[in-house]
């Protein structure tokens, strides 16, 4: 892979990380309040997905979608003050958290209703391809969605009508707080889209080489007519479900193991929290530390004073962030109307 | 230059007409397609415009109503059919928490253009399960919007209307009236879509209603003329919003309202028109404002007790009598609600100009029992011809 894209995948990944730790400290505080849904330990997907698409093409995401509009390239400033409920947010104030829409960059929006985004993302394909376009749709949901009856349902009209829509599932294995061996009859995700015609594969969500690669030859797939993809994301979230859950219904040897497979963290060799023990990484199995991250390193693509580098840049983007979320003003009750009636222009009304 | 044409052929016109006239305009639904629709709505149009405009759907109301909702997003105009509005419950997430809703939560970034057809009421013994309105459910919803045609005239005008809007609207079609005749001009300048319409002046009471009700209602003013009561009848084409100007003009007029509806009574949409021209219009009125509408009871599929769960046309008559009925006609107003009396088989669509819908009718049965609904005027001497006072269902409907 490209030195260049791997450092902007590594860029994506710790501004995401970076962005999510500090709007943890700003709920902390009560600058952020409602539900927070945090990405890390999920980085390397939305990275991974996200950097292979077009600009042409569009995304659907859920509510646990920060790191998928940053890595879009909606700016971190817009995003913190959309979770601040400003009235500079991507939303206008209006989304919050869970609804971050990006029209510009066809980021069309985060859904707190868990499988909605899947036919949201139906529609949209649909009409990519009933104006014959050459773009795809990228529509990503959780473990937790397979069971919704929109997921199947969505999976049968786009592989009926070869519809260009990318199916990603981020995978880390909890439904809210119900693991996936508690939740699901077929733990494998990806193999149910073979009940509805779609190609699909599973891959290391850990490994952002792999999710990126994966993904390419997807949307390859697609923008040369060969209908949906599905790709199945193995990962896992260092935390709770949201803020306001300590997930503590996972064992701590689990957490301990998935968090030493953390990519970033592999990838410029700095473990800022302890690895487990060999005793407890016997018992979860082999280990399965830094895929990607030790052939970055080892291939000569990063060098120490580059990490620092790219870590002071996306902190100075984050705090540039929160200052700017932190002083722009609340929204209006007559901006509310405003967006309440943005679509009244074309009827004479009552 | 007008016509006359079936309700169900004036909404094949209208979708014919969009279609035509915007290559961003696509239907889908269940049958849409090659079975050219339930009630016929989308003939001829399949072979006129293909697959990919007009879509046969399997049988998903809650994803291929989301499909509607992601494709406004991407700038297509969807009309999607709901078989009947009982399946449209499937079909809420995508309405009420998307169509609804992302507009307004994405800060005004997205129009949403989405129509959907819904046929709707009780029609002939369909169950329980085929038999519902279901207005209230969507008229609280904020973002939505909700367009209730009685005529073809209306169902051409504003399906049109629906479709050219950027907002979400649902076009609520009675399968009563499907195969109503009425005359439409394709040409005529349309009011707006939201705007009430007086289908009959007078100046004793104001009967407001809406759908197929506001027919019955025109045939029950009809009734009540012969007995000196002049109504007037505001058909409101729209429940969300709700043409209130109309109403409020009128009332000041007649100083006495009656809301009539199909749907079921408690917490129903006559419930807002009521409360809201109680409010508004509190000094004009010299009665308090009545409700006449369905009972809060789950549709028989018995013909005669179906019949009887719904305002019938002397049903409305009764009730706008009682209200009129000086001074005691008020007193009896306050102490009680009109409420349905049973009608023989024959009255159940009395004077209402239609033909059989595409569902099969089931003549009920001569020795079906007769429900013996109390009737509340009754006991306070009101002419009640069809109804005999009597211990029965309607009596809890009344708590």
Not at chain 1, 281 to 302: F, K, R, S
Not at chain 1, 324 to 347: D, G, I
Request: charged fraction near 20%.
């Amino acid at each position: 892979m490209e030195r260049d894209t791997l450092h902007r995948l590594l860029r994506d990944m710790l501004l995401s990380r970076a962005f999510e730790e500090r709007a943890a400290e700003e709920y902390s505080k009560g600058n952020i309040v409602g539900f927070l849904h945090l990405y890390p330990g999920e980085e390397a997907v939305g990275a991974g997905i996200i950097n292979a698409a077009e600009p042409s093409d569009y995304i659907v995401s859920t509510y646990r979608e920060h790191a998928h509009a940053l890595i879009r390239g909606t700016p971190a400033r817009k995003v913190m003050a959309e979770l601040l409920g400003r009235a500079s947010g991507m939303s206008g104030g209006m989304g919050g958290s869970m609804h971050l829409f990006d029209s510009k960059r066809r980021f069309m929006g985060g859904y707190a209703i868990v499988g909605e985004s899947c036919p949201i993302a139906l529609g949209i394909a649909y009409a990519v391809a009933m104006r014959g376009l050459s773009e795809a749709v990228i529509c990503f949901f959780g473990d937790g969605a397979v069971n919704q009856g929109t997921f199947h349902e969505t999976l049968n009209m786009a592989g009926l009508w070869r519809l260009p829509l990318l199916f990603v599932c981020e995978n880390n294995h909890y439904a809210i707080g119900t693991e996936i061996h508690r939740h699901s009859a077929v733990v494998e995700v990806f193999k149910r889209a073979a009940a509805y015609n779609i190609p699909a594969e599973q891959v290391d969500g850990m490994d952002v080489q792999k999710v990126f690669e994966a993904a390419r030859r997807a949307l390859d797939r697609i923008h040369d007519g060969g209908g949906p993809q599905f790709i199945e994301c193995k990962t896992y979230r260092w935390g709770g479900h949201s803020m306001a859950d300590p997930g503590t219904y996972r064992p701590a040897v689990e957490v301990k193991a998935y968090k030493a497979w953390d990519p970033i963290s592999a990838a410029i060799r700095e473990v800022e929290f302890r690895y487990p023990t060999q005793a407890e990484l016997a018992e979860v199995g082999p280990d399965n530390i830094g895929h990607l991250t030790a052939h970055m390193v080892e291939a000569g693509h990063l060098a120490e004073a580059e990490i620092e580098k790219l870590k002071k840049e996306v902190q100075a983007v984050v705090e540039d962030a929160a200052q700017f979320a932190l002083q722009s003003p609340q929204p209006t009750m007559e901006a509310a109307w405003a967006h309440m009636n943005c679509n009244r222009h074309h009827e004479v009304l009552i | 230059m007008s016509e006359e044409l079936l309700y169900w052929q004036a909404l094949n016109r209208a979708l014919d007409a969009e279609l035509a006239a915007d290559a961003s305009v696509f239907t889908l639904g269940e049958d849409v397609g090659l079975y050219g629709g339930s009630y016929r709505v989308t003939e001829g149009l399949y072979a006129k415009y293909g697959e990919w405009r007009v879509r046969d759907t399997p049988i998903s109301e809650g994803s291929f109503t989301g499909l509607g909702v992601g494709a406004a997003l991407a700038g297509l105009r969807p009309v999607v059919e709901i078989m009947t509005i009982n399946f449209m419950l499937l079909a809420l997430d995508s309405i009420i928490n998307g169509a609804a809703k992302i507009p307004f939560m994405s800060g005004g970034q997205f129009s949403m253009p989405l129509v959907v057809r819904v046929p709707g009421g009780v029609a002939h013994q369909l169950g329980a399960q085929h038999s519902q309105r279901l207005e209230h459910t969507i008229m609280n919803v904020p973002g939505l919007r909700i367009a209730v045609p009685s005529t073809p005239q209306d169902a051409y005008w504003q399906l049109r209307q629906a479709i050219v809007s950027d907002e979400p609207i649902i076009l609520l079609e009675h399968e009563m009236l499907y195969f109503s005749k009425g005359q439409v001009d394709v040409l005529a300048e349309a009011p707006p879509i939201h705007r009430a319409v007086v289908r009959r002046e007078g100046h004793d009471l104001t009967i407001v209603s809406y759908s197929r009700h506001a027919i019955l209602s025109q045939n029950a003013a009809d009734e009540l003329s012969k007995e000196g009561i002049e109504a007037e009848v505001i058909d409101l084409r729209s429940l969300k919003p709700i043409d209130w100007d109309t109403c409020a003009t009128s009332v000041e007029k007649t100083h006495r309202v009656l809301v009539v509806e199909e749907d079921c009574r408690f917490a129903g949409a006559g419930a807002e028109i009521a409360a809201t021209l109680a409010e508004r219009c509190f000094d004009s009125l010299d009665a308090p404002v009545q409700r006449l509408a369905g009972l809060d009871m789950s549709t028989p599929f018995n013909g005669v007790l179906e019949a009887a769960t719904i305002p019938q046309v002397p049903d409305i008559v009764a009730a706008a009598r009682e209200l009129c009925r000086p001074t005691q006609g008020n007193k009896a107003a306050t102490k009680s609600t009109p409420s349905l009396k049973p009608t023989s088989p024959g009255q159940a669509t009395a004077g209402v100009t239609q033909a059989a819908p595409a569902a099969p009718k089931t003549a009920p049965s001569e020795t079906a029992p007769v429900p013996k609904a109390a009737a509340a005027a009754a006991g306070k001497g009101a002419p009640a011809p069809a109804a005999k006072p009597a211990a029965g269902p309607a009596k809890g409907q009344r708590r």
